[in-house]
């Protein structure tokens, strides 16, 4: 099995994860002093969000230079360090690339401004409708909200899918494509062990670029004329042959929001992308039901194209699971205008969000394939929901026109220690780029480090007997168990998920060896809790 069919990748959302520079923002300075505990976690590698150049309009997914590093978090040569470090450490690292669309501060698109023959075509300008031209060229919305298109001072009009900072490139012009080949060989010949792909599909658009009439669609599963588009995997075909230029093989991860499993699993096809988020599993509501039918649609697609499922309960875009799972459970949850919108007015219950995520956390863990785990979520780290309008950074807050608080409260800065902000995520007393809350410290890793009770050793534990006993174990094997409880077995381990508010039987010859809550025992299995047994034969 090749490290990337089973692989436990955190996911560092580098702006707040540590600070060693002292500005209050995170920074790879801080990430290499940290190293140590996310060696003491037990994960297998790190994926880094962008760390390039960039305006920050969108949190660095708007990149003015692929080959460099932020000023904000250090330097190339800091960069290829750490590399080095983690790589000596046993750590693969995965890194961010954007190429659906560039900062309007790349130099492409100033080019683009300037007028420059040929400049305008790396990206879409069109001539807008209406008898003046004043009308944009199609009816598609921004996934932030607003048109997607923005109007230039000469009149022409230039498309962007997310912020108007972030112009999309055309993906039918040669040179972008051989100057994104270009990226991934300057960092695979730096050592880097792959890329996660953003908006991996979108990068091709139909062809005339035709009306949508309805919605926005990135994320709702419908049709559309930006997304999911045939010609997409000629470009992952090309990809896939520059991760195979290097020994050993470099990996990709297609963040691809698509109508189902099957569009899904052609991303997966043998020549084109290694692995691809299942986000079918983070919108799924706490029901076994629910959870069983989204694993299983999950395994049997990645099983067509021999690829493994890749399960992902959080990241830097939706609403962390703990405040996910603290509330009702619709049937569709996902951090977008619905859930934040509506959903948040119910109040949260956040002890019970926080059992439910430990015991999905042990669900996660026990499936075959890959898992990725957001900061923070091994902290048990809720969404801060509550933040002042004007310190709110992503930018969907003002093109929703403030009606979407957008993400910002998953992308809080972590809390290392102490009582006070900013909790040792920075060296000195500082202002971090987004406020933490006053419990933080509470959370903090210190805090949790020697606490048995701990979400953060529980993490710790799973990991362990993740890497000596589900690695490897084989296919699920689902086993019959009450309504509301999920169960199924992996070789030698069975995992018991129960997601009623009641306490249910375990079966009889059961070993407990790990539970996500104090009160399971070897005969009952307590509500909203996981536990992984040791049952060589079952009785129930
Ligand atoms: C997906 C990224 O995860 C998100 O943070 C970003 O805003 C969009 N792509 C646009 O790049």
Known sequence: MRWWQSAVVYQVYIRSFADGSGDGIGDIAGLRDRLGYLTELGVDALWINPWYPSPQADAGYDVADYCGIEPDYGTLQQAQDFLAEAHAAGLRVILDIVPNHTSAAHRWFAAALAGEPGARDRYHFRAGRGDRGQLPPNDWQSVFGGPAWSRIADG????????????DLNWDHPQVRREFEDVLRFWFDRGVDGFRIDVAHGLVKAPGLPDRDTGLGMLDGAAHPAWDQDGVHEIYRGWRAVAREYDPERVFIAEAWVADSGRLARYLRPDELHTAF??????????????????DDAMAAAATVGAPPTWVLSNHDVTRTVTRYARSQPDHLVGTDWERKRWTREPADHDLGRRRARAGALLQLALPGTAYIYQGEELGLEEIEQLPDELRRDPTFAQSGFTDVGRDGCRIPLPWSGAAAPYGFSPAPVTTWLPQPPHWGSRAVAAQHDDPASVLQLYRAALRLRRTHWRGAGPVRWLDCPPGVLAFRRGELCCWVNTTGREV?????????????????????????????AAPEISL
């Open 505 to 533: 039987a375990l079966p009889k010859n059961a070993t407990v060896l790990l539970a996500s809550h104090s009160t399971a025992t070897e005969t009952r299995l307590p509500p909203d809790t996981t536990v992984w047994l």
């Open 156 to 167: 022409s009009w230039y498309l962007h899918l997310f912020a108007p900072a972030q112009p």
């Open 278 to 295: 299942q986000f079918d599993f983070l919108r799924a509501p706490w029901r076994a039901a629910s959870l069983r039918e989204v694993a």
